[in-house]
């Protein structure tokens, strides 16, 4: 039997007969030291992936040539945390998966992605965790209104022209009371928010945009997108939003938000935009173009209005669209072209908006975007496609996917896994009710999921609750929220007492 450190040079020069390794030495230059003594490793290879597109080539055919492992520059490898293995892991980005694969997690990030057996040399004191399903990056949702996802759907009995119409209607300003008085009691918000929060969580949601501005009460769980203060990992603040539309920015307001994209101060600017069919929905998305904002940094939220030609000139610009399907549906009876945006080359992501006219999370909104997309625009995406909408690309639109978005060793290890996969993973993706979400990790911590796969590891969480999900049980965990303890049943009864029925539930069992 060779001596340890006999054994892992050993692993090293096998692994570098293989590509993307590059095998300077077997020592960390820190000279960082594991408690049995032995060195860490140092991996050093810049491996990234092609540029996502909307149309990427099926990769649910894996070619023979997936074998390598994807270590990436300068991680210092101490070997323990966690070791997921599944029939399938997605890194996204056009990149083949790994069938069967596995991705070791430490600390918060990922270290190692790669087939079966590729990671496990370095990962010798991590625990191992048999997943048997699809392993993919957790979802980003890259429209929301988090505040909101308390609320059931609003049945408002009428098709509408656009937003202005319905948000100036008698039956919104009834149905949305509940919001409007309880949303400056602090409790109360707090819980709304949470709700929400916890929502996007136990779906697959591990970065979310659309949180309203930061509270202590809710500066937990799931990243947000455009909120900072270290909280999600990134630290500067350069996303904007603008809900209220394009109405609200005069001349010198874009000049000025205009400087500080070509200056690199704000990547990303996310406004709803054209949201309706009418005239004055479609005005909205002029106006953009006149005032000099129809621009890289520039993501439209629904963009109904646009006609083919107007995505060859969102394309020209690389501008994105998020795409937001059943609200677009419930409220306008249509929704935006995205086979025409599509065959532009627009970038193009997949949103859920909210409860009150949206699918419920993302997870079902992806499974409603792709039935909808496949009857009106068949062939147009792939299931890789579809899964990198809710991924990767949506990561992209909002200029955080150096962190999130992708499985790559150096990102945040926010990670989902679902059940089944065998055949094509990507389709185990769309096709994943509630209960076959086996486990969601949140910056490492297995935070969601199975009690097998969550419980018992040093990176859970410590306050965990049993959850039934859809006829099956699973368990969430978090941290103690920065203003004090809360649990599911504890946000509840909070909006309980402002709105007897309840929220609406935290799973669509149904959809
Ligand atoms: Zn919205």
């Given amino acids: 039997m060779p001596a340890p450190a006999e054994l892992r040079r050993g692993i090293l020069i096998a692994a570098c007969s293989v590509s993307f390794w ?13 408690p049995d003594g032995e060195p860490r490793a140092r991996l050093d290879a810049g491996v990234t992936g092609p540029d996502s597109t909307v149309n990427m080539p099926d990769s649910s055919v894996v070619p023979a040539d997936a074998s390598e492992p994807r270590p990436d520059a300068g991680i210092i490898v101490n070997g323990d945390g ?58 980003v ?131 709803h935009l054209a949201e309706g069919l009418s005239a004055r929905a479609y005005a909205e998305y002029t106006e953009l173009v006149r005032l000099g904002l129809l621009r890289p940094e520039t993501v439209i939220i629904h963009g109904t209005a646009l006609t083919p030609p107007d995505f060859d000139d969102v394309a020209v610009a690389g501008a994105k669209i998020v795409w937001s399907p059943s609200s677009n549906m419930v409220l306008y009876g249509d929704t935006t072209n995205v086979g025409a945006a599509a065959a532009a080359g627009v970038s193009i992501s997949i949103a859920p908006d909210w409860t009150p ?6 997870l079902t909104e992806l499974r409603y975007a792709k039935a909808l997309a496949d009857e009106r625009w068949p062939g147009t995406f792939t299931n890789a496609d579809y899964v990198g909408m809710v991924t990767s690309i949506a990561a992209e639109q909002m200029a955080v996917d150096a962190y999130v978005g992708t499985l790559d060793p150096g990102k945040y290890a926010d990670i989902l896994v679902v059940s089944g996969g065998a055949a094509d993973p990507y389709q185990a993706v769309i096709d994943a009710r509630p209960s076959d979400i086996r486990l969601v990790l949140l910056g490492g911590m297995p935070s969601f999921g199975d009690a097998a796969l969550v419980e018992g590891h040093a990176s859970t969480p410590p306050m965990c609750f049993s959850m039934p999900v859809c006829g099956t049980d699973r368990v969430v965990c978090w941290q103690d929220t920065p203003s004090g303890p809360v649990s599911p049943d504890s946000v509840a009864e909070v909006i309980r007492g402002f709105y007897p029925s309840g929220p609406e539930p935290l799973f669509d069992c149904e959809n």
């Fill in 22 to 34: 590059a095998c300077g030495g077997d020592s960390a230059p820190d000279g960082g030291e594991l």
């Fill in 82 to 139: 966690l070791l997921l293995r599944g029939r399938a892991v997605l890194p996204m980005n056009g990149q083949a998966p790994y069938m069967p694969g596995e991705v070791h997690v430490e600390g918060d990030k990922i270290v190692c992605v790669g087939p079966i057996d590729a990671c496990a040399p370095l990962a010798r004191a991590a625990t191992v965790l048999d997943t048997d399903g699809v392993i993919l990056p957790g979802l």
């Fill in 141 to 271: 949702d890259a429209h929301n209104h988090v505040a909101y996802n308390w609320l059931s759907e609003w049945e408002s009995g009428q098709l509408w022209q656009d937003a202005t119409q319905w948000r100036g209607s008698a039956g919104y300003s009834t149905f949305v009371t509940p919001y409007r008085d309880n949303s400056s009691v602090a409790p109360s918000f707090c819980a709304m928010v949470q709700w929400g929060k916890v929502r996007a969580l136990v779906n697959g949601v591990t970065t979310i945009f659309g949180t309203p501005q930061p509270r202590v009460c809710y500066r937990w769980l799931v990243r947000n997108a455009e909120l900072t203060s270290g909280y999600n990992g990134w630290t500067s603040d350069k996303m904007r939003s603008n809900t209220l539309g394009i109405g609200t920015v005069n001349d010198m307001e874009a000049q000025d938000l205009i400087a500080d994209m070509v200056a690199g101060d704000v990547t990303a600017y996310m406004i």
């Fill in 357 to 362: 006219s949206g699918r419920d999370d993302s």
